[in-house]
């Protein structure tokens, strides 16, 4: 019995697989901009190159722009969606509320989770330090880190300070003293993250107004 030979014919029908490393997938897409995290925040954004990225990710530097097309891209992406989680949780940590102060006072709280729980978000907002790169789409990182602050400027406003306190000072203080903690909280210290929001928040009510103190009559 002759055996069918194996022709072009045969290895044609045969369904071509294309690499493992060259597919795409959200869970290589989140590997990719976790490592990208980490380096900006480690090394700065001109200190890391694709080939440190991609080593970093487990991927092949030809394959990572299958995802990004540039390192400047997989900057916006990273820093969109670190803003993009920030506004989700805060927005949620308010939703209920009406009374101005524990409103901020809420989501103090939900961005220090979100900052010190994770390390995209951690590594993008604190230190500014891209901004001012001369890159072709920095002011779209300027665009995307003032639409989130509008969230805390609309808090601000709600507040019933005294006519002396500077509302936009207010906030520039507040926002670097919550984006500050990553440099000095520890997990292993003496204040949770949740305690570490409230200590802050504690700190801005001492902004708000004192009640006078009625002084009482001297008998005549």
């Given at each position: 019995?002759?055996?069918?030979?194996?022709?072009?014919?045969?290895?044609?029908?045969?369904?071509?697989?294309?690499?493992?490393?060259?597919?795409?997938?959200?869970?290589?897409?989140?590997?990719?901009?976790?490592?990208?995290?980490?380096?900006?925040?480690?090394?700065?954004?001109?200190?890391?190159?694709?080939?440190?990225?991609?080593?970093?990710?487990?991927?092949?530097?030809?394959?990572?722009?299958?995802?990004?097309?540039s390192k400047e891209d997989l900057l916006f992406t990273?820093?969109?969606?670190?803003?993009?989680a920030m506004r989700r949780e805060v927005e949620a940590?308010?939703?209920?509320?009406?009374?101005?102060?524990?409103?901020?006072?809420?989501?103090?709280?939900?961005?220090?989770?979100?900052?010190?729980?994770?390390?995209?978000?951690?590594?993008?907002?604190?230190?500014?330090?891209?901004?001012?790169?001369?890159?072709?789409?920095?002011?779209?990182?300027?665009?995307?880190?003032?639409?989130?602050?509008?969230?805390?400027?609309?808090?601000?406003?709600?507040?019933?300070?005294?006519?002396?306190?500077?509302r936009h000072a207010f906030r520039l203080s507040l926002?670097?003293?919550?984006?500050?903690?990553?440099?000095?909280?520890?997990?292993?210290?003496?204040?949770?993250?949740?305690?570490?929001?409230?200590?802050?928040?504690?700190?801005?009510?001492?902004?708000?107004?004192?009640?006078?103190?009625?002084?009482?009559?001297?008998?005549?």
């Amino acid at each position: 019995m002759t055996m069918p030979k194996r022709g072009a014919g045969a290895r044609k029908s045969l369904p071509k697989k294309a690499p493992k490393k060259l597919r795409r997938g959200p869970d290589r897409r989140k590997q990719i901009i976790a490592a990208a995290s980490e380096l900006f925040a480690s090394r700065g954004f001109e200190g890391t190159s694709i080939r440190d990225i991609a080593a970093a990710s487990g991927v092949l530097s030809g394959s990572l722009y299958y995802h990004f097309p540039s390192k400047e891209d997989l900057l916006f992406t990273v820093h969109q969606e670190s803003l993009t989680a920030m506004r989700r949780e805060v927005e949620a940590a308010i939703v209920g509320l009406s009374e101005p102060w524990q409103r901020l006072e809420e989501a103090i709280v939900a961005h220090c989770k979100v900052l010190l729980g994770g390390s995209v978000t951690r590594a993008i907002l604190t230190p500014p330090r891209y901004y001012y790169y001369k890159l072709p789409g920095a002011k779209k990182l300027v665009r995307q880190r003032d639409d989130y602050e509008q969230i805390f400027a609309g808090l601000i406003d709600e507040l019933p300070l005294p006519a002396a306190c500077d509302r936009h000072a207010f906030r520039l203080s507040l926002l670097g003293a919550m984006n500050w903690t990553v440099f000095w909280y520890s997990a292993d210290g003496r204040l949770s993250v949740e305690q570490v929001g409230r200590q802050i928040a504690l700190m801005a009510r001492g902004a708000a107004p004192k009640p006078l103190k009625s002084t009482p009559r001297k008998p005549r």
